[in-house]
């Protein structure tokens, strides 16, 4: 039996074609494509100002597989976390993360991950599947919901640290970043967007080829090759050096902000010779900020997050050598929301 094509897959000229061939007028063409990216139809029975006989024909010939919000949890510091259901039963994670100045999507790209991370729980699972760049559209379109909901805000940020590695999904992510920046789609500037990478070298610079607009964010968390080889395992192919080189080619062709992440762990990353070496990779790539991230504990990850005396020292060092660092406190701890955490704990 054919499988029926997904309808969000065809662009706007294929879908005008597939109405020229039906003899129905030129005007549907757009009546369809709103329906599908700026009012968020969940089946084509939502598409109410079109005739019930072309909805059915438009079920009959395609599928609208749309994701949907299988769980909730609210933490006591206003983060929102969704677990969502894709069509073929998967099941995938994204945050709302409200500030005063922001409220911030966190998606996820992949279901589950392949490049097991120790001191993140989505790296104890095994990579599903990517999600298609509308099942990334959708997460961004539900969580905006949520904020217009609880907060009376729209989104003002969206960040691809959730599931996955982004740029092992290269091209959905970027159809996804497309779709969301466009002004037929949620029009949001994708200088609002960062997309996080634990480190693909070759596709960081792909990245700077495709001339790309939004921001850039490396997890980086160890300033060694030997300490980064035992904590992020992709570091045995793509080492410090091979990322320095791909960060410099990024912003040479783009010119857009990078930034480091570096969770801190205790008695390992935490010391004053470590920042000497962060501060010396910082040096090497124009990056506009380190973000200090507080580490959250999880179940099969043998660190802890150091004192805050450490955080301190470490953070007084780094501002003491003219270093753009910023702590990053932890949000939606309690529901196994924040950074590292997202693992589909609470599935059935």
Not at 103 to 132: E, H, P, W
Not at 301 to 324: C, G, H, W
């Amino acid at each position: 039996m054919k499988e029926v094509q997904n309808i969000r897959h065809l662009s706007l000229g294929e879908l005008e074609n597939y109405f020229e061939e039906m003899g129905e007028k030129k005007f549907r063409t757009k009546q369809v494509y709103e329906w599908l990216w700026q009012k968020h139809a969940h089946s084509f029975a939502d598409m109410t100002n079109l005739s019930k006989e072309l909805r059915t024909k438009l079920g009959e010939q395609f599928s609208l597989p749309a994701l949907k919000i299988d769980a909730t949890q609210y933490s006591a510091d206003g983060t929102v976390k969704s677990r969502f259901k894709t069509y073929d039963g998967h099941l995938v994670e994204g945050v709302l993360i409200p500030t005063d100045e922001r409220k911030t999507a966190c998606v996820s790209s992949q279901i589950g991950c392949s490049l097991s991370c120790k001191f993140c729980a989505t790296g104890y699972m095994d990579r599903k599947r990517n999600l298609s760049f509308d099942e990334i559209y959708d997460q961004v379109v539900l969580i905006n919901q949520q904020s217009e909901r609880v907060y009376d805000k729209k989104l003002s940020n969206i960040v691809f640290m959730g599931m996955g590695e982004p740029l092992l999904n290269y091209n959905n992510v970027m159809k996804a970043i497309e779709r969301i920046s466009a002004e037929d789609g949620l029009f949001m500037s994708p200088k609002r967007i960062t997309v996080s990478t634990a480190g693909v070298a070759k596709q960081i610079k792909k990245l700077g080829d495709d001339n790309v607009r939004f921001k850039l964010a490396l997890s980086l968390h160890a300033a060694n090759d030997t300490k980064r080889n035992e904590i992020m395992p992709i570091n045995e192919t793509n080492n410090i050096k091979a990322l320095i080189d791909a960060l410099n080619y990024f912003y040479k062709q783009t010119k857009n902000e990078i930034t480091f992440e570096y969770i801190l762990f205790q008695n390992f990353n935490d010391s004053q010779k470590d920042a000497e070496e962060l501060i010396k990779i910082y040096r090497q790539v124009p990056a506009d900020l380190i973000n200090i991230i507080e580490y959250n504990p999880i179940d099969a990850f043998r660190f802890s997050k150091p004192d805050e005396d450490t955080i301190q020292n470490f953070m007084n060092y780094l501002e003491a050598n003219r270093v753009n660092a910023r702590l990053r406190r932890s949000r939606g701890k309690d529901i196994d929301a924040a950074c590292g955490q997202l693992a589909n704990k609470d599935r059935d």
